[in-house]
Each structure stands twice: as C-alpha cells, then as structure tokens.
C-alpha cells in the first residue's frame, strides 16, 4: 500500500505537546458530524498515558524480521519523501553505565563500565484513516550496555545463560516496532486499532510496558478509556537474541481495561488480564546437562484489578494533592518441570501441578509545595504466590516530573513478587527545561521463607574444591530463612532537556520524549540481612544518557 501525507497531518511536539493534562479536558458534547475537525482532532491525539498498542505480522526469525524492517524503514520512497510532515527521522542515544557489585561481591569481575552508540531510524506515514510505522536499532557499545529501559537485564535474566542463543552482545541490530493502525472503527479521534509489533503501556507500567508483537484497540475520549487486545511474543528480533526467554515461549495474553473519569481530573478503572502458556516442556535428561533456556513451567494465570487515581502519573497537572491506588488479584493453575533425583535418575512424577492465589496493592500520595517542589510517599505490597504478568517494566512518572522513574529502585529492581516497599521521594522541575527525582526505599520480604521475585541483583553461593581451592559450582544465593529485610536504596535522577522539537502525534506513545536531553539516573543499594553476611555492603548502578531526536 502507498501511503501519502493526510491533508491534516501537521507535527505536533512529541513529548510536551503530546502530554496534555487528562486533567484539562472539559466534558462537553462532540460535533462528530465535524469530518475535518475530527481528522484534526484524531491526528492532535494524546496524552501523558501512551494507547495500548497491537500486534503485527509476526516473523518466526528473528534475523528476517530485522531485515525486512529495515527494509521498510530505508527503502520506501514514498514515505521518505514527506518531509515537511517530518514522517521519518533518526534518534541518536549515547549511554554511559557504571555498575558495581551486582553479585553483591560473590563473584570475581562482572562489573560493568562502558559507553553504548544507539541509533533508531524510524518512518511513519498515515493515508486517511490508515498509518503504518516502523523503528529500527542499531547498537555498538564497549561493554554489554543497557541503552533500552524496556530490556533490562536482571538477576533472573537468562541474557546470563549457558546458551549463546540468549546472550547479549556488544553490537546488533533490531526491530523495535513494525505496526499499521485504522482509526475509522468509531467517529471518535481517541480510537484507534494496531496491528504489529509495537509499545504496549499503562500508566504505572505495572501492567504493561514493553515492545510486544500484538492486536490492540485503543477508545481515549475526555470521560472514558479503555483497551483491549491480544499478544505474544514470537522473537526479539535482535540478531543477538536468536531465542525467546523460557517463560516467554507459547505464552498468548489476553487483556483489557477500562476507565472513568467520574469527576474532573479524578479516574475510576478496572483492569484484567490473562496469560496462557501451554508451551512444550523441557524434562531433564539422565547424564545430560540442562540448558538454561528449557521451558520448565507452564499454566493459565488470571489477573484482575481496581484502580483509582488523581491523574497522578501526568506531570503536567497541576493539582495541589495527587494520589494513586490500586489492588489486584490472581489465580491460576501451573505445572512445575521436575528436577532430577539427587543420585541423577528420572523422579517418580515427571511434572507437579500447583494452585496459585495471590494480591497485590500499590498506594501513594503527592503533595505539591509549590510550582517547583513536590513531595510524596508511596506503598506497595504482593502477597508470597502474587506475581506479575511479564510485560512490565515498572516505569512511571509517579514522582511527579516528565523523567520516568524505577517504581522499585534503579539499582534493586524489584517486582510484586512476595514483597513490600515503602519509599519516600522529593522532585523538583523547572519549566521545561529540568527536573530532578531524590528517592529512597526500604524493601523487606512479605514471607520471610520464600523467595522474591527478579530483581537486578545476581548474588550467588560458590561450592569450592577443599583440596585444590577450585570453584566447583555456583548456584543462586539463598534468603536467608526467617529474615525479612531485603535492604535499602537512595536513587537520584535529574535531567536537562533542550528544544521540544515537532514529529507527528501518533507517535507520541513509540518516542515520548522531548527532542534532546541529558539525563542521570541512578541508585545505591545496601542490602539487608537476608542476604546475610558475607556479601558486600553496598552495589551501586549508575546511567548517564545523552539523547538527540532529528
């Protein structure tokens, strides 16, 4: 399909321009009947929380997707050609990391201090009710530098497998999104239907925020919200990461929300959310070593959630005090891979079957001084069997600033899983040229005899040789029974931005930055007596992020 300009598209700022206030929308009765006004209406959509995206046409290799999104990208003349509706461009990251100690010193090395190239070309076009886009990824770095906050590595993260199909590299290529969208379903400018590999969001990120192949319908109106849409994630399409991650293979989610806006600037939701993973499983063989990216577990999990909020996640809104709250359960079936006998035979049960229930809530309030200063205090509790559903990052604006911050420490990196933090934070912003988060946490464990779940710690137990002092093995390092206390963190985020620069609306949810920035974020982690005593007293992880959007 050719794809031409629409007569409306004008550019519109990415990142302040898109975030307008929720909070500013006057109720009021719609000329639908309006064609024109509509299409302007349609194409000056957005706002501080993203639409959920859609899922594409899905490549089963991951080095053919990248190919033929690069494909796209570069060689379609008609799209290139739109210039003066700036339908193509190029965002130029630098990222520096320092990181210390994420095996809390039970590891020689593993230190990470290096600088990252990250360059994502990216063309949209929109013909009438249709768009399409696509972004692409090109990374060259010193170390194994995290340029992307959706792909972090962690702890748990199999980016650390025994399996070259699953590890990172210095230098690779990617296809970040591919999608097309169709915004004629309703006379309404907030709707929208994508269909491809793209950003999937919520406002809190506890729920969704990562790039997934999906088919998504996104309804946005001053009074009412909702999304709904399938997903799965078929490959990374990287050409570094040639497999999925276990618990993401065959794993199909299903998910909707919906919200009110039941007085001005206050919203009312439901939320819910289900996974099915009926993949193949991986049982161990006799004499064989396993490999670390086996599918050991599978199941059906279901999610649902009430939500309530002050529009506390738009910087932008002005309100003197701002709050969150939500509360969600779960429950589900899933059936465990077991491990082999101690002296190495098949076990009586090659499988187990468990029932989970769990909930989970997230609270917090922020009060604002003045127009620079605010301050708050937030929350968060998940129950022992309570988990998260694997698309989310965690990421918010819940300090009140444009900067979206780790909702569970930039260093510790927490998750809903048997957990509960209580966090205290400070941010300042001035005009649109900077802000600043000061944050700290305390983490403990919910059940102090089960374990939590990923997070960017990696410690480990080492089993040495008693004559030769050899390293045998080193396996994950145990909680320490019966003690509770994770530790502590102090993170520090602050940013300088530069001009707001004009790209089309609709991509307000794929780039929501403002055009240049330099930004710094990190935390200091101290761990707590869970981790016992013969661990380091402090880990630190630190980021310095230089971006340019031409």
């Not at 959920?52 to 991951?62: I, M, P, Q």
């Not at 891979?337 to 229930?357: H, M, Y």
């Not at 949810?509 to 016992?532: C, H, M, N, T, W």
Request: charged residues 25%.
């Amino acid at each position: 399909m050719k794809f031409t300009p629409s007569s409306h598209a004008n550019p519109v700022a990415a990142a302040a321009g898109c975030d307008r206030p929720r909070s500013g929308r006057r109720p009021g009765a719609r000329d639908l009947s309006a064609a024109p006004r509509a299409q302007v209406l349609r194409l000056l959509r957005s706002r501080s929380q993203p639409a959920a995206a859609a899922t594409g046409k899905l490549f089963s290799l991951s080095k053919l997707g990248v190919a033929l999104g690069f494909a796209l990208v570069w060689s379609n003349p008609t799209l290139a050609a739109i210039t003066e509706s700036k339908n193509f461009g190029l965002e130029v990251k630098i990222t520096g990391q320092s990181e210390d100690d994420r095996d809390l010193g039970t590891l020689g090395g593993g230190d990470v201090n290096g600088v990252g190239l990250d360059l994502r070309p990216w063309v949209y076009g929109e013909s009438g009710n249709w768009s399409a886009y696509a972004m692409g990824q090109a990374v060259t770095s010193t170390d194994i530098i995290e340029t992307d906050t959706l792909q972090q590595s962690d702890g748990a993260s199999t980016e650390s497998s025994n399996n070259s199909d699953r590890k990172s590299k210095k230098n690779y290529l990617a296809m970040r999104e591919f999608w097309i969208g169709y915004s004629g379903l309703t006379p309404y400018p907030g709707e929208q239907l994508k269909f491809g590999r793209q950003r999937l969001r919520n406002d809190d990120g506890q729920w969704r925020d990562t790039n997934i192949e999906a088919l998504n319908w996104t309804f946005d109106t001053t009074l009412l919200r909702a999304n709904v849409g399938i997903a799965e994630r078929f490959s990374e399409y990287r050409t570094d990461l040639k497999e999925l991650a276990p618990e993401d293979k065959d794993r199909l989610h299903v998910y909707g929300d919906v919200a009110y806006q039941w007085t001005p600037g206050h919203w009312a939701g439901v939320r819910a959310h289900h996974s099915h993973d009926d993949g193949k499983l991986d049982y161990p063989v006799p004499g064989e070593a396993t490999d670390s990216l086996d599918k050991r577990q599978n199941g059906d999990l279901t999610w649902l959630g009430l939500e309530a909020n002050s529009d506390a996640y738009n910087w932008r809104n002005t309100n003197t005090v701002n709050y969150w709250a939500s509360i969600t359960g779960m429950s589900g079936d899933r059936d465990k891979v077991n491990a082999l006998n101690p002296d190495g035979t098949r076990p009586a049960q090659a499988k187990s079957g468990e029932s989970l229930d769990g909930w989970a809530t997230d609270l917090g309030v922020r009060l604002r001084l003045d127009p620079k200063w605010q301050v708050g205090a937030a929350y968060a509790r998940a129950s022992g069997d309570y988990e998260q559903n694997g698309l989310e990052s965690n990421r918010s604006n819940y300090t009140g600033t444009r900067s979206r911050v780790h909702r569970f420490g930039e260093a510790f990196r927490g998750e809903m899983n048997n957990m509960q933090t209580a966090t205290l934070f400070g941010s300042w912003m001035l005009a649109d040229e900077y802000d600043a988060s000061l944050i700290y946490h305390k983490f403990w464990r919910v059940d102090g005899n089960k374990p939590v779940g990923s997070n960017g710690i990696n410690a480990v137990e080492n089993n040495y040789d008693d004559a030769t002092g050899a390293l045998l093995s080193s396996s994950s390092l145990p909680l320490r029974d019966g003690e509770k206390d994770l530790g502590q963190e102090v993170d520090l985020v602050v940013t300088k931005y530069f001009k707001q620069g004009l790209l089309p609306a609709a991509l307000s949810q794929s780039i929501d930055e403002p055009s240049a920035l330099v930004r710094f974020r990190g935390g200091v982690f101290k761990p707590g007596d869970a981790y016992g005593k013969n661990v380091d007293s402090y880990m630190h992880r630190a980021f310095v992020d230089v971006i340019w959007r031409f």
